[in-house]
């Protein structure tokens, strides 16, 4: 394991302190914790803008009319499938 120092003024000192008290004995692990979720959110945040470039890149444009068309004829065969007529 590496060792890293690190200076904070008193008041965040005083801060963490406070947070730590009910569920961390020491500040190595809140610090360690503190760190696993800033890396976990920096990722997130990294994934969310690379699946951003692909938002809306369809290979093939529907107009609404043949979105609309493809729904009806989905209903119509599920509802032939469990024996409903619609006709």
């Known amino acids: 394991m590496e060792s890293i120092t690190i200076k904070v ?9 406070m947070a730590m008290k009910p569920d961390y004995s020491t500040k ?4 360690r914790e ?8 920096l990722e997130k945040k990294r994934l969310i803008e690379h699946f951003k470039n ?4 369809a ?14 004829q989905v209903g119509r065969e599920y509802a032939k499938k469990f024996g409903i007529d619609l006709d």
């Open 34 to 41: 503190a760190i696993r979720d800033k890396l976990e959110d």
């Open 9 to 17: 003024d008193k008041g965040l000192a005083q801060k963490m302190e």
């Open 54 to 57: 692909y938002f809306g890149k």
């Open 59 to 72: 290979k093939v444009k529907v107009s609404d009319e043949r979105l609309r068309e493809i729904r009806e």
């Open 28 to 31: 190595t692990e809140f610090i």
